[in-house]
């Protein structure tokens, strides 16, 4: 029988930790264990809700078999893996930055975000089962670095692969309001400079690919979806917006179809369709969550939907009806300070 998990980070400072929840057949979670990683969590000041002001701090890689998380306090990348039915660390891995916050895969590509400082990237490529960094690699964001209160508005959120493979996208809160796109060579390097694109929005956050392969992008200050079409030249143009008339649109998740976004000073969950010339349109205008809803992960069966809870702790789930409304199922508690949730 196919074991389904949830996965939850802690992002404790004085040790990060992953804990890991068996899903059963109606979405209920049931705690199995708690793993370190390695590292140790952080906190970016000024962050309202969520300590890592980010998107993707947690990813399981289908291909590979493997969870991978960051470790925001201690500047590292834990690789993880289930062997006998237990999740075990495998690597810790330098994040080639400071402040991871963000991490992607594609193929055998392996990409982490770093929010502090100047902003950086860095790479590694999966080889027997082991991750190893890609030489020359690492690319600065040339970001002006932000400290105190406005750390957290001025900082990059995520780091993804257009569904290709041949790009990465970054998204900047504040500090210009950026959406960067560097391409990806054949060898797995990033081009030595990226085309820095105005994303037209304050505070550009959380991002992913519609089937279409549009780009749709939260804002933070504006709680409004964006559509665009990244060109293969690095520029983008934006294509629709929709405001969902809630507070601080950060994160988004795709089931089925159906795009939902979370609206953390809200407490709101919202639902959009994307049609296929790219056009965003608000589907349910807010389903209520606890206090304080930060990152978000569907089910890759489509019927479920976890929501994590930043200062409150914890998790909400839903089930995804077949017209995407959703009915709430779970209500797990856990500690403050948590970011990052992944599924098998």
Not at 249 to 278: E, K, Q, R
């Amino acid at each position: 029988m196919t074991r389904h998990l949830v996965f939850v980070q802690t992002n404790n400072p004085a040790g990060n930790q992953i804990m890991v929840y068996d899903r059963a057949d109606d979405g209920t979670l049931t705690l199995a264990e708690t793993v370190d990683t390695g590292g140790i969590g952080g906190v970016n000041e000024g962050a309202p809700n969520d300590p890592l002001g980010s998107q993707g701090s947690l990813v399981y890689d289908t291909h590979h078999h493997v969870l991978i998380g960051v470790n925001a306090g201690s500047n590292t990348v834990s690789v993880l893996g289930l062997e006998d039915g237990r999740l075990c660390l495998r690597q810790v891995l330098p994040s080639g930055g400071t402040f991871p916050v963000s991490v992607t895969v594609h193929g055998n590509l392996l990409y982490v975000l770093n929010a502090h400082e100047a902003g950086a990237i860095t790479g590694y490529r999966i080889t027997d089962g082991q991750f190893h960094p890609i030489e020359n690699s690492t690319r600065s964001l040339g970001l002006t670095p932000a400290t105190g209160p406005m750390q957290f508005a001025n900082s990059p959120a995520q780091i993804g692969f257009t569904p290709d493979g041949q790009q990465l996208v970054i998204t900047t809160k504040g500090n210009g309001s950026l959406i960067d796109v560097f391409t990806v060579g054949p060898q797995g390097r990033p081009s030595d400079t990226f085309t820095a694109n105005p994303a037209g929005t304050p505070l550009p956050f959380g991002f992913i690919f519609d089937d279409y392969h549009h780009l749709a992008v939260t804002d933070a200050g504006s709680s409004t979806l964006t559509t665009y079409t990244v060109h293969h030249d690095g520029t983008i143009t934006k294509i629709a917006s929709q405001p969902d008339g809630q507070q601080t649109m950060c994160w988004v998740a795709h089931i089925a179809g159906n795009f939902y976004v979370v609206n953390s000073l809200s407490n709101t969950i919202t639902g959009y369709h994307i049609d296929p010339a790219g056009t965003p349109t608000v589907f349910i205008p807010q389903i209520t969550t606890r206090t304080n809803p930060i990152d978000l992960v569907g089910t890759r069966d489509q019927q479920f939907l976890y929501v994590q809870l930043g200062a409150a702790g914890g998790v909400d789930g839903f089930r995804v009806k077949p017209d995407g409304t959703l009915t709430q199922i779970v209500t797990i508690t856990g500690a403050g300070g948590m970011q990052g949730i992944a599924v098998t």
